[in-house]
């Protein structure tokens, strides 16, 4: 049986791998993944976590966006002609 201590001292590493990964996606797929794990939903970046674990994964991501206001202001890796605040496509 795995003891409380043991796995409370492998989780931080887990989260942090995926809270890296779910932010090198951008501001926009980490403010989707956020309202995923509200919902409650386990998707593939986020299956190896237990529960508490993703619980900690969302208070992590929400402190990270909450820098922008729910907005996102930054050109994303998915959107890379995204203007800060504002779309550049249009003339």
Known sequence: METATRRAAHAPEQVEACLETLCLRGCRSVLRDIE?????????????????????????????????????????????TAAVGTALLSP
């Open 36 to 80: 995923r794990l509200e919902r409650g939903e386990v998707f593939a970046e986020v299956e190896s976590l237990d529960a508490a674990d993703r619980r900690l994964l969302l208070a992590e991501m929400r402190s990270i966006m909450a820098v922008y206001e729910g907005e996102c202001r930054l050109p994303c890796p998915e959107e890379p």
